[in-house]
């Protein structure tokens, strides 16, 4: 039985769907039709600056060398003719790793929560931003190619370690000067590969996924693909070949931006599918993008227990042991990366404090497959390393760890042993180095540079540079 | 491209009215409300190939228009402490004077529901102005069904007392509470 505040309300539904002045749907269509040429103009405005601020120092400068005859710039201080495609600053999900600019967060393999690093141009406007593999020359990598309307995104597939290219198109939305290039790509077997789009930089969740099971000729797709708290599948083992990832189990409250928790699940590798992992690990997850096996074949997945970053790792799924990673020190972990080599494990915890977005908040280890772990590097004020680019490698002849640093044009890289001393060493790759599940992957603008190696040793870590692009 | 269109307007027609009202809660003024939902439309429709593979595209807008109107709502707070404006300020501001903008009806009521606590509010707009069943309020605001019946019922309690209606709780309330506690 309704009572007055029932009738009230009902009557004030009804009066404010009586008030409410909606605009027909075509001058709305309108708007919206003349907005996005505007903003087309607008890039197209940008660009011709863009270029008519290379071009007329340019010709300015060579005038004046006609004249006076100096010194010609160095091929590295050339400018480059920036592209309209920008790349979007998203939350948690995009892969795109290509060098220079601000940088969603993004984890890799085993990781989670990591600040990938910018994307940008290359010299020919194309933009390799995401490669990945899983069988030794075997590589997939996506390339942007900007247009007229915005730019494509082609699949590159090498099946001889980059001797030779094939070129496949891919159903990827084109991509316009307001969204960025925000695809990410998991190659799932020899043949098998997924691409994943997110469906708004404004969400958390919810993608558009495609898979092909013939090397990327063609696709089948997945709607609404992670959303929160709709995956109805699920798996209480992981399947050989599959990876983990992790999806949002509800939206937030009020704030449906954000997500409440995230939960582990299963890419089936047979058909790109998710499935919820039934018995989850008793930890708080911290969000990650791809979680491969590692090189000792078990997963490894982050999160927290009581606030304190912590590890959790599995054969198949049925069954998870839970370690604590330490750190000292503020921050907040936003993911940890481990590596494994021999009876070692490494567990790097990266997290944001005031000053840095990639921080090095601490480096624990293993030295007996996982079972204990102890603190072995804590950094310090003004010590480096501080910071921490994608992931560690594990240097088999130390033993020890290789990481790299995450600022800005930085090429540092620090090997750190097994008794805590830290040395400076060289860069394994440009770019940010992630695991692959069979090797380390990194991308250099438009070099891939890949290694089928699990760990380094004193010859380095077989890094070797792929030119999709010629 | 034309199959898209008929598509967005289709999604416009019929979400626009219930997104306006959802809308009205957080901004308290009708004009305004409709403003944050037509911005949210004209975003969606640079995205609408991807909108068209949402499971639930409405609520996808949703969002934007609340993203939108936090945003708003923000850059005003900040022009107004810029401005030394005070913040309760029953002139400016997007708090104050919520439900009393153009035309709302029954204002004493929108001004009581503008005045709960906001996971009050959420659920009582989306519940009672908006139409949606609590099972759809639960997943829109990720809560499960039992909490959005006793936000609702809570919610219900304090509109009484503010509109000084009978303080005997309604059959609904008892009815909300009852299952609330029973889990939903």
């Known amino acids: 039985m309704a009572d007055d505040l029932d009738r009230r309300l009902a009557r004030l539904r009804g009066g404010l769907r009586d008030r409410i002045e909606r605009p027909p749907a075509g001058l709305v ?21 863009a270029l008519l601020a290379i071009t007329v120092p340019l010709a300015t400068m060579l005038a004046g060398r006609h004249r006076t005859a100096p010194a010609a710039p160095s091929a590295s201080s050339m400018p480059v003719a920036p592209t309209t495609v920008t790349v979007t600053e998203r939350p948690s999900t995009s892969s795109a790793i290509a060098e220079s600019s601000p940088a969603p967060s993004s984890t890799s393999s085993g990781t989670a929560g990591q600040s990938a690093p910018p994307s940008g141009t290359i010299p020919n406007g194309r933009l390799v931003y995401a490669a990945d593999f899983r069988a030794p020359g075997h590589v997939y990598v996506l390339v942007g190619t900007p247009g007229a309307d915005g730019a494509v995104t082609m699949l590159y597939a090498t099946d001889d370690a980059g001797k030779t290219w094939a070129q496949h198109a891919t159903p990827l939305p084109v991509v316009t000067g307001d969204d960025g290039y925000s695809a990410d790509l998991v190659v799932l077997g020899r043949d098998r590969l997924l691409l994943r789009q997110p469906l708004s930089s404004d969400l958390p969740w919810g993608f558009s996924t495609w898979f092909s099971a013939d090397g990327g000729t063609t696709w089948s797709s997945d709607q609404g693909w992670g959303e929160a708290g709709t995956n109805a599948r699920t798996a209480s083992t992981i399947p050989a070949g599959a990876v983990l990832t992790t999806t949002c189990t509800v939206a937030q409250g009020e704030h449906p931006d954000r997500c409440a928790g995230w939960q582990f699940e299963v890419v089936d590798p047979t058909d790109g599918r998710l499935s919820v992992l039934t018995t989850q690990p008793d930890l708080e997850p911290l969000q990650a993008q791809w979680i491969e096996p590692a090189a000792d074949g078990r997963w490894w997945v982050a999160g927290t227990v009581d606030g304190v970053p912590a590890v959790a790792v599995t054969a198949d799924g049925t069954s998870w042991a839970v370690h604590q990673v330490p750190v000292e020190g503020t921050g907040t972990p936003t993911g940890v990366s481990v590596v494994t080599v021999g009876s070692y494990a490494w567990a790097v915890v990266r997290g944001v404090t005031d000053t840095e977005k990639n921080a090095l908040l601490g ?33 088999r002849t130390g033993p020890g760890v290789i990481i790299s640093t995450a600022a800005p044009n930085d090429d540092m890289a620090y090997l750190v042993r097994d008794d805590g001393s830290t040395v400076a060493a060289a860069r394994p790759a440009p770019g940010w180095i992630q695991w692959t599940g069979a090797g380390f992957v990194s991308i250099d603008d438009a070099t891939v540079w890949v290694s089928d190696q699990a760990s380094a040793s004193g010859s380095g870590a077989g890094f070797r540079a792929l030119s999709p692009l010629g | 491209m034309a199959t898209d269109d008929e598509w967005f307007a289709q999604l416009y027609d019929a979400s626009y009215p219930r997104l306006v009202v959802i809308a009205l809660a957080f901004t308290g003024d009708l004009s305004e409300a409709e403003d944050v939902v037509q911005e949210a439309f004209l975003r969606a429709y640079a995205r609408r190939g991807r909108l068209a593979t949402v499971h639930n595209p409405e609520a ?35 708090g104050e004077g919520r439900g009393r903008g153009r035309d709302t009806p029954d204002p004493d009521l929108m001004a009581a529901i503008s005045a709960l606590p906001e996971a009050q509010r959420t659920v009582v707009v989306l519940h009672y102005l908006a139409d949606l069943p609590v099972a759809e309020v639960a997943v829109r605001t990720g809560v499960p069904e039992g909490t959005v019946k006793s936000r609702l019922a809570r919610a219900r309690e304090a509109l009484h007392h503010e509109l000084d209606a009978d303080r005997s709780p309604g059959v609904a309330d008892a009815n909300l509470l009852q299952e609330a506690d029973d889990g939903g």
């Open chain 1, 29 to 49: 269509l309108s708007r919206a039709r003349r907005r996005v040429t505007n903003h087309r103009a607008q890039i197209a405005v940008v660009a011709v600056v």
């Open chain 1, 363 to 395: 480096i624990s280890v293993s030295r007996d497959n996982g079972a204990t772990w102890s603190g072995l590097l804590r950094p310090t004020p003004g010590t480096a390393p501080r910071t921490v680019s994608g992931d560690p490698i594990p240097d």
């Open chain 2, 60 to 94: 996808w807008i949703c969002t934007v228009a609340m993203n939108v109107a936090r945003r708003r709502h923000r850059r005003r707070a900040m022009a107004d402490r810029l401005l030394l404006r005070r913040a309760q300020d029953p002139s400016n501001g997007a």
